[in-house]
């Protein structure tokens, strides 16, 4: 038997993420493939970097959760093509979770309306959203 959880522990599972997190966390969109761990130092060209809102995350429902807020660079730091982000805590020493990116619909972790990346350019996370598993 699969394991099974209630909306409510579902719920807490995902608010804690942002808790643990912390408020106005960085964001890092990455080239290539997200490093091993979390624990794993950075890897690819840092592309673009952004502040995100001190309250970034919904509060789950029903299990699933989604940004809150604009999550935007106005000016990217690097030229190249979005493989990975990383949140790190609002120092930008601990990062707290990785994964991959995609252009909108290409079923990424995160996903941009574009990833191909010039230095400069404005970047905009059109999607991030998580269900914790156990329905």
């Given at each position: 038997?699969?394991?099974?959880?209630?909306?409510?522990?579902?719920?807490?599972?995902?608010?804690?993420?942002?808790?643990?997190?912390?408020?106005?966390?960085?964001?890092?969109?990455?080239s290539?493939?997200?490093?091993?761990?979390?624990?794993?130092a950075?890897?690819?060209?840092?592309?673009?970097?952004?502040?995100?809102?001190?309250?970034?995350?919904?509060?789950?429902?029903?299990?699933?959760?989604?940004?809150?807020?604009?999550?935007?660079?106005?000016?990217?730091?690097?030229?190249?093509?979005?493989?990975?982000?990383?949140?790190?805590?609002?120092g930008?020493?601990?990062?707290?979770?990785?994964?991959?990116?995609?252009?909108?619909?290409?079923?990424?972790?995160?996903?941009?309306?574009?990833?191909?990346?010039?230095?400069?350019?404005?970047?905009t996370?059109?999607?991030?959203?998580?269900?914790?598993?156990?329905?």
């Amino acid at each position: 038997m699969t394991v099974q959880f209630s909306p409510a522990v579902r719920n807490a599972m995902g608010n804690a993420i942002e808790a643990t997190i912390g408020t106005a966390p960085t964001l890092e969109i990455r080239s290539g493939a997200p490093p091993a761990t979390t624990a794993t130092a950075d890897s690819g060209t840092l592309l673009a970097s952004m502040t995100l809102p001190s309250d970034w995350y919904a509060a789950y429902s029903g299990g699933a959760g989604a940004l809150v807020g604009t999550w935007q660079d106005t000016a990217a730091n690097n030229t190249g093509t979005a493989g990975h982000y990383r949140i790190k805590d609002s120092g930008g020493s601990t990062c707290h979770e990785q994964g991959t990116v995609t252009a909108t619909g290409g079923g990424g972790d995160l996903t941009l309306d574009n990833v191909s990346i010039a230095t400069g350019q404005q970047v905009t996370i059109t999607s991030f959203g998580k269900t914790i598993a156990g329905a």
